[in-house]
């Protein structure tokens, strides 16, 4: 009798390990392409910038600066959460069959993305002369606002584009209109400025890159997937819409307005060279955000599909518990590298006058990674529709912060800031989100393969201190030896220490398989971690 229930035990965890690495396989294809789109933008608009920033000067570059700035305040609140609903409704009716269902959703999520970015950008470009006039102290700018006010109604349709193909999973279609995208904005803005168009340049290479990107979409969206385009939206469906949304956009809101406010108090108390410090660790934060932010995007699609599904969502605590050990087993030598190495980091990248910076980026570096499990704690909640709670939770963050805010930071300047937002906000952020998912789900929160991989990169790290040493600030030298190093050592310390299991590894394997090039990158490291797994 035990021995039959043993063999019916097994049978179900292999039946859900099966599972988990299908789905697991769609959401790693989906994020690697998103990835890959997210790299090449930043490739194209970055060599873009450095080109417009020599061609049009402080000046001309400055005029652009504040143009967009107006037009991005409008842009950040005016999707209403629609784009997170569309990632997350159009798994679910994918699951069920439900076509309709996806060209109602569709229909009406446009049709609202199309009246608020058409509102938006009118209110915008109808006060563009006061702003010109009084907030930047010059009317002639007023052109620049108008035009940057158009790139409001593009954006928020490409934005919602964009979301609905992450719905669908469709990672290649990703990565061809985030491409898109940054090729025509880069060439046609470096083109308009070369030919005289000045400031103008750039803000209309933007407006035809999110059009140009967001009718591609289209095509993508409805033609591959044979969906009635037109059909005509129902107040009834925009209720529902709204009714997930909007929590969500004030759950946005909430965390916008903190972090733009805590920029202005520290510039209050703290000097330019602090700011600078602080401005150029948020850069290099900004580049890890690249990579966890295209899993957490995927992981939304992944919760609802497997949530909506009766076989597999009374195992959702299994899928978390997946997702959470296999991003720290990807996201922690990346994220204890730059932490350790912080200083040759940021003296190669942004030179040694940044001198207070590599604090900043070490500290940043291991705060992203302790609020990695309640950021896709958070993104359960969405799936699941809990999007008041997020919303409450968010509310609470925020009221700690704000309080915070003019207590810690006269007191130490850009550190306290850091600390306020990469120390105290990922605890909380821990503490409220897994507590309610483990409440709702009962989830079986496995720490103890989390803390043999956290031992796995102290010990990869530890060994890296003679490169340190011997290098001394000969940094280049001193970054390629020790990536070397983390690359040889960290999946030796992984098997011995016992933090992987060969089913584990062949999880992997699968989860992979479909995913170009990287995949291919980590299936060699995983072969060669296999080597040491049991020993």
Not at 513 to 520: K, L, N, T
């Amino acid at each position: 009798m035990l021995s039959s229930m043993a063999s019916y035990s097994a049978s179900i965890s292999d039946t859900i390990d099966s599972e988990a690495s299908a789905i697991g396989a769609e959401t790693a294809s989906t994020a690697t392409f998103v990835l890959i789109g997210k790299f090449s933008s930043i490739i194209f608009l970055g060599l873009a910038f450095i080109a417009l920033a020599r061609l049009l000067g402080p000046s001309g570059y400055g005029i652009y600066a504040l143009a967009l700035a107006v037009s991005g305040l409008f842009g950040s609140v005016g999707n209403l959460g629609v784009s997170t609903a569309l990632n997350k409704f159009i798994p679910e009716h994918i699951h069920r069959k439900d076509k309709s269902a996806i060209e109602d959703l569709l229909a009406n999520s446009f049709a609202v993305t199309l009246i608020t970015g058409i509102a938006f950008a009118a209110i915008s470009f109808a006060i563009s002369g006061l702003v010109a006039t009084y907030a930047f102290h010059n009317p002639s700018y007023t052109i620049f606002i108008e035009l940057a006010s158009i790139s409001i109604l593009s954006s928020m349709l490409f934005g919602a584009s964009y979301s609905a193909l992450l719905g669908f999973n469709k990672g290649s279609h990703i990565a061809a209109i985030n491409t898109t995208q940054a090729v025509l904005q880069a060439g046609i803005a470096v083109f308009l400025v070369l030919i005289g168009f000045g400031p103008a340049g750039p803000i209309i290479g933007l407006i035809i890159g999110y059009s140009v990107a967001f009718l591609y979409s289209l095509y993508l969206i409805y033609v591959k997937n044979k969906l009635r385009m037109f059909v005509m939206p129902s107040k009834a469906s925009i209720k529902k819409i709204f009714s997930f949304s909007l929590p969500v956009a004030g759950a946005t809101a909430v965390q916008s307005l903190t972090s733009n406010l805590s920029l202005i108090v520290l510039g209050v108390f703290a000097t330019a060279f602090v700011i600078g410090n602080f401005g150029v660790a948020s850069r290099v934060n900004s580049l890890i955000d690249v990579i966890s932010g295209s899993i957490s995007v995927s992981l939304l699609a992944m919760f609802s599909t497997t949530l909506v599904n009766k076989k597999t969502s009374k195992s959702i605590g299994r899928f978390f518990n997946y997702t959470i050990y296999y991003s720290v087993l990807m996201l922690a030598p990346i994220l204890f590298f730059i932490a350790v190495l912080a200083k040759p980091f940021s003296y190669v990248a942004f030179s040694g006058v940044y001198s207070i910076a590599p604090l900043y980026i070490a500290i940043m570096s291991i705060g992203t990674l302790a609020g990695l499990a309640g950021g896709y704690a958070s993104t359960l909640l969405i799936s699941a529709q809990k999007v008041k709670e997020v919303l409450k939770y968010n509310l609470i963050i925020a009221a700690v912060q704000l309080i915070l805010l003019p207590i810690i930071i006269p007191a130490l300047n850009g550190l306290g800031l850091i600390i306020i937002l990469y120390a105290i906000t990922p605890v909380l952020t821990d503490v409220l989100f897994i507590a309610k998912s483990v409440k709702l789900y009962k989830l079986n929160f496995d720490s103890r393969k989390l803390i043999l991989i956290l031992a796995a990169n102290a010990v990869t790290m530890l060994l890296i201190i003679p490169a340190i040493i011997a290098f001394g600030n000969n940094f280049i030298p001193l970054l390629i030896v020790a990536a070397m190093e983390v690359i040889l050592v960290y999946p030796i310390a992984l098997g011995l220490l016992g933090a992987v299991k060969r089913k584990d590894l062949k999880i992997m394997s699968q989860m992979t398989d479909r995913v170009p090039v990287i995949g291919a990158i980590i299936r060699i490291m995983l072969n060669y971690t296999a080597h040491f797994v049991g020993m």
